[in-house]
Each structure stands twice: as structure tokens, then as C-alpha cells.
């Protein structure tokens, strides 16, 4: 399972568009998605972990499932903001 | 099974998620032009609460095949610095004493901390707006217990230090309740305050040489460094964060007529006056 920042990153950069001039370009992505969500205690901290409710089928148990919702709008960074 | 543990360890573990999620957006910038930022993040918890015997309520994530669980429902959004700050307390705020530094018993500082009362600045504040009285009432804790607690950590100047070598010298007033006196060595540039409280909810103590401000160089809840001037002489008077006021008779002193009155054993319950030594800025 990963972790959730990955998951989300993931799901954002679905709505990634090639680089071609001309191609539409998606400017906000709301999704609304069903996950399993858990949480693992290590080095000292709780550290959230995400992944598509699939592995009910792998394992045969029914891990408990919630409704994530992620909305993001893409922008053109402004001078100076970038990292 | 998951443990439980409380709300704050969930949100802090999702919220440092999305954090991490927002640098790796942002970092991806760099080499596009248009990027995705993260703006609203919901998420259905699916949790078991609970209570722990010292009361706090306690999440424990459901487990596979475990039904009954409540649903919380969290969402986050992105904000601005200024929402921030409307919204949180100061940072200033936070700097005073805890209330079990405070001599509290633990379930006293829970009784407070439900009244919104984490340190001695906020128990302050608030029986600035009402009194004593009140916060007794509303919190459940004796009042008895709270003005002892509120008078004996008052701030306040416990010893004074001149040099990196020089004795501490006890704030106590002198024979006839004069002033408690200090010798400073020509040349030496800086005294050193400690006690408690010396520093406070932004507020800091001042300082003033017969009645000349003087330059107050670092200050912390324990100590404060003062900046004398070149002919350090009069009456030093420091005004604590609460307004209150310590005095004390500076004396420049020249090394060469003080050398046979130095008592180089001098600590700081031998006498309220002692001697400073050494010309270092250090301090021990």
C-alpha cells in the first residue's frame, strides 16, 4: 500500500495533458473515489496510507473502504513561486 | 489491529500527506509551465472511538472485516497566511511556563485546559478579563490553589551575573533595604538577568540607567543579557513583563582600588553584594 501523498499525486497527474501544441488542457480535476485508508505506526509518527480498494479481492477480507475526495486546479505559476 | 491514539495523531499523519503531496506539485513547476495544486481534500474516516482512563478520546482505524465503525467525516482546504494567523494562537503566546511548571496537579491542568488555559500567559490573560473568582468557577480548580500558583510564579530576578567568571549576585535588598548592589569593572559591557518569566507573551523586560533606556540584547523565559554603557554607575531599574519593578545600585568600581575588597569566595547566599571578575563576554 502506499502512502497517501503518492496516491493523491498519482490520481492528480492522471489529469496530466501531453505537451502538444493545440491539445485541451484540463484546468481543474475533482475526483471522487473510494479508498482503503489506513494508517501504519513507524518511526515515531502515524503515517497514512492509500490504495484503491482492490486488495479485497486479493485477500479475500473486506477492508474497510472510504470516500475520498481530491480537487485540484492547474495555474500557471507566478515568477518567483516556483521551488 | 491498529492502536488507537488521538484525533490530532490522524490529522497531523494526513496533513503531513498532503503536504508532501503539494511539494512534489510544486517541484513538478519547475519544468511546466501550467501545474496542478492541490486545493480541497476530503476523506471519510472510518474509525471505532474510544475512551481512555485519563478521558481523552481516543480513534482506532477500522480493521478488515469489523462493522459498527463510526464515519468522521474530515475535509481540508487550502489557506492563506493570514487565515492562518486569525485562526491560531500566537506564537508569543506559547513562550510562558506550562501549568504543571506551575506546581498544578495534572487533573488541575485538565480542569483548565477546558476552559482553554495551556500556560501561565492564558491563565493571566484571562483573569485579567474576569477574575479569579470565575476562572476558579468555570474551571473547577480551588482558587486557593490558583492564587498560589498565579503569586509564586510571578516574574521575577532571581540572581544578576556580570562577566563570564564574575559570582552571581542574589536579588535581595541590601542592609536597610537598600538596593542590592552591583560592581562592575570598568570595561565590562554586559549583565546577565536570570529568574523566570523574564520574557512573556511578546512582551520583554526594559531596562533603564537613572532613567536612560538601556539596550536589552537577548531575553528568554530564564534569562536576559542588558548592554551597559561605557560608565555604567546609577540606579538600574528593570521593569518585568508584568510591570513590575527591580532596583539596583550599579557602582563602577576601578579594578586597582577594588583589588583588597574583593571577596573571591563570594557566592550567591554569602552576601547580596558581590564582586564581578574576568573581562569575557562568555558565560558560564
Known sequence: MKELSETVSELIAAFETPDIPGAPVAVEAEVETMVELSFVFTGGEYVALAAPPSSRFVSGLMAPVQRMRVRATRSMPADGENP | ???????????????????????????????????????????????????????????????????????????????????????????????????????????????????????????????????EQSVARF??????????????????????????????????????????????????????????????????????????????LAASLTHADIALPDIAAGTLSIELPDGSRSEFDLVCDDPVVREPTVDAGAGPDDSSTAAAEGDGEGWE
Open chain 2, 139 to 216: 474551571s473547577g480548580v480551588d482558587v486557593g490553589r490558583l492564587r498560589h500558583a498565579l503569586q509564586t510564579n510571578r516574574p521575577r530576578i532571581d540572581y544578576v551575573q556580570i562577566g563570564s567568571r564574575g559570582p552571581s549576585t542574589p536579588n535581595r535588598p541590601g542592609p536597610g533595604g537598600a538596593a542590592p548592589r552591583l560592581q562592575v569593572r570598568p570595561g565590562q559591557s554586559q549583565l546577565r538577568l536570570r529568574g523566570q518569566r523574564l520574557q512573556e507573551g511578546g512582551a520583554t523586560l526594559r531596562a533603564r540607567l537613572d532613567g536612560q533606556e538601556i539596550p536589552v
Open chain 2, 1 to 131: 489491529m491498529t492502536v488507537a491514539a488521538p484525533i490530532e495523531d490522524f490529522l497531523e499523519a494526513i496533513t503531513s500527506q498532503l503536504d508532501a503531496t503539494q511539494d512534489r506539485l510544486r517541484l513538478k513547476a519547475v519544468n511546466r509551465p501550467l501545474t496542478f495544486a492541490l486545493k480541497d481534500f476530503a476523506i471519510d474516516l472510518c474509525v471505532f472511538v474510544e475512551l481512555d482512563s485519563d478521558g481523552q478520546i481516543r480513534l482506532r482505524p477500522a480493521g478488515p472485516n469489523e462493522t459498527g465503525a463510526s464515519t468522521i467525516n474530515i475535509s481540508f482546504t487550502t489557506v492563506t497566511r493570514p487565515m492562518i494567523e486569525e485562526n491560531t494562537i500566537s506564537m508569543e503566546l506559547t513562550q510562558s511556563p506550562s501549568l504543571e511548571e506551575m506546581g498544578l496537579a495534572p487533573e488541575e491542568t485538565k480542569q483548565l485546559a477546558r476552559v482553554g488555559v495551556h500556560n501561565v500567559a492564558q491563565l493571566e490573560k484571562l483573569r485579567e478579563r474576569t477574575d
